[in-house]
């Protein structure tokens, strides 16, 4: 099962970095274009499973574009969440009544936002946000924070449970010591990169006990991965 593909339609650069980075961070395969009719044209060639979109954009608006969608067979269910300046309640309602499915009002909580995008996802896509990751004989849930392998129930600290997390959301790709700090414990946090060889380590423990298959995968000289060929074990 691929990942939820989400394409965001701002013009602020900042403000799509940002987006980028929590999305990709919480798994989620991510484009993004700064027009609105870059947008409608890049829609026409690939649709992703949610769109985050804008309200004033170049070349053509937020609002327009929503509305164009709607009329489309292939789009008129599409989930879009509207991102916008503007909070007063008539142009809510506005943007409510041309289609969107839900508004956020900059500036506006990071995990606000991530919380209606998963909830919109959910609604659509139910299978794309499954609380339960599964690769091979592995088993993570993350509602109720346990983890097993072959039926076993293995005991992780928090850390331990996040850092497992966050590989498993996108197995394969290579994550640097310095992104698994930013991933896991935060940008906030100082903390040493030696100590993410630890946590590995502890992980890894805990998850092999016994077992010689290791899917945790050591990239010299970059970082880790979740190993991609474990998922067929």
Partial sequence: MGQPHILIVEDEEPLTVMLRYNFEAEG????????????????RERLPDLLVLDWMLPGLSGIELCRRLRTRAETATLPILMLTARGEEDERIRGLATGADDYVVKPFSVPELMA?????????????????????????????????????????GPTEFRLLEFLMKTPGRVFSREQLLNGVWGHDVYVDERTVDVHIGRLRRALNRGRSRDPIRTVRGAGYAFNEQFESA
């Fill in 28 to 43: 989620y395969d991510v484009e993004s274009v700064a027009r609105g009719d870059e947008a409608e044209l890049r829609l």
């Fill in 116 to 156: 209606r995008v998963k909830a919109l996802l959910r609604r659509a896509k139910p299978e794309a946000v499954s609380p339960v990751l599964r690769a091979g004989d592995l088993e993570l849930d993350r509602e109720t924070f346990r983890v097993r392998r072959g039926g076993r129930e293995v005991h992780l």
